[in-house]
């Protein structure tokens, strides 16, 4: 039923703030940009890694529920997730969870963004055996 990873979505109040932090951190400009109703970007997406996965940016006022949503960890398979996370803290994150050695080479960490989503790094072997 699941098949893969199509999407990450991240709400963002200040779309445009979210636009250029993710922009610095991923070092790619978004290929897509959609304008809400009122004529201000309401979403962009990015393409990113060994599969041009998919990392959209929606402004908050579109979220569904009256802004209420649960949340979820996505991890990004990263090759240094140290490297990675200390990065993230200098921009400005927050952290969520320590990096944590999980057993025969899995290693994760997560933060929050700035824009108050929940990012995950990890160095995932599975992952690299996929892509080798």
């Known amino acids: 039923m699941l098949r893969g990873l199509a999407t ?13 932090w993710y922009t610095e ?8 940009h959609r304008n809400g ?9 990015f393409r990113i890694g060994d599969h041009e996965a998919e990392l959209g940016l929606i402004d908050s006022a579109w ?13 990004w398979h990263v090759d240094d997730v140290r490297a990675a996370y200390e990065r993230l803290l200098a921009m400005g994150a927050k952290e969520h969870q ?9 290693v ?3 933060v929050v963004d700035p824009f108050g989503n929940i990012l995950g790094v990890m160095y995932n072997p599975h992952y690299l055996e996929q892509v080798g």
Do not use: C, M, N
């Open 37 to 45: 109703p009122d004529g201000r970007l309401g979403y962009t997406e």
């Open 63 to 75: 979220r569904p529920h009256g802004g209420e949503q649960a949340g979820v960890v996505a991890y």
């Open 8 to 20: 990450i979505s991240y709400w963002a109040d200040d779309l445009e703030a979210a636009k250029r």
């Open 98 to 106: 320590e990096i944590i050695e999980r057993g025969e080479g899995f």
């Open 108 to 110: 994760t960490g997560s």
């Open 25 to 32: 951190l991923l070092g790619v400009e978004p290929y897509f």
